[in-house]
Structures are given as structure tokens and as C-alpha cells.
């Protein structure tokens, strides 16, 4: 049983937290960070990995507010709302609080 849980182990670490399938699935720019943040995280780069994260969240909120052709909602003076305000604006159209938390 030790064994099979090393093997799993490994071949996560390997691939990366972001398997190859959903990162196909996403825009290219989205695309590019989740292969910087597995690359950092199989070299233990945890600062790299959390600046990665703190990147991908906004930008995500982003693109799903382009794909719905809802842009102007998360725009201010011609900027992008902070992070915490997507954050707010996303959770409104979630269908369930369980995947807002």
C-alpha cells in the first residue's frame, strides 16, 4: 500500500497541480501560468507558485465576465476592478456558494 501511495505521489508531483487536460480547456494566457506555476511547484518554488495563484485569480474572473459578454460590469475608469472586488462581482453569479468558497 506504501508503494502505490509513493507512485500517485510522483506521478502528481510530475505532472503538476494543473493537469494537461484542463489547461487545453483554457485561454492561452491562463494557459501559460498554470504551466509557470506546475514548473515552480515541481522545483518547490513556493513564492514563485503564490504570486502565480494571486495572478491567475483575477485574470480568470476576467475571462469568464469576456466569455458572458459582461465586461463593463467589472470596469471602473476604464480599469479592471482589484481583485477582491472580481472576487465579490464573481460571487453573484455563481450558481452555488460552494463553489464561490
Known amino acids: 500500500q506504501k508503494k502505490d501511495i ?3 505521489t510522483s506521478i ?3 505532472e503538476g497541480l ?3 487536460e484542463l489547461i487545453e480547456k483554457l485561454p ?3 494557459q ?3 504551466n509557470e506555476f506546475n514548473f515552480d511547484h515541481n522545483n518547490k518554488k513556493e513564492n514563485s507558485c503564490i504570486l502565480i495563484l494571486r495572478r491567475m485569480l483575477p485574470l480568470s474572473i476576467v475571462r ?3 466569455r458572458m459578454d459582461m465586461e463593463d460590469e467589472i470596469m471602473e475608469d476604464a480599469e479592471y476592478l482589484d481583485t477582491k472586488a472580481l472576487v465579490g462581482k464573481i460571487e453573484k453569479i455563481m ?3 460552494r463553489l464561490y468558497q
Open 6 to 8: 509513493d507512485s500517485i
Open 32 to 34: 501559460k501560468l498554470c
Open 64 to 66: 469568464k465576465f469576456q
Open 12 to 14: 502528481q508531483i510530475s
Open 28 to 30: 492561452k494566457d491562463l
Open 18 to 20: 494543473f493537469p494537461q
Open 95 to 97: 450558481k452555488t456558494k
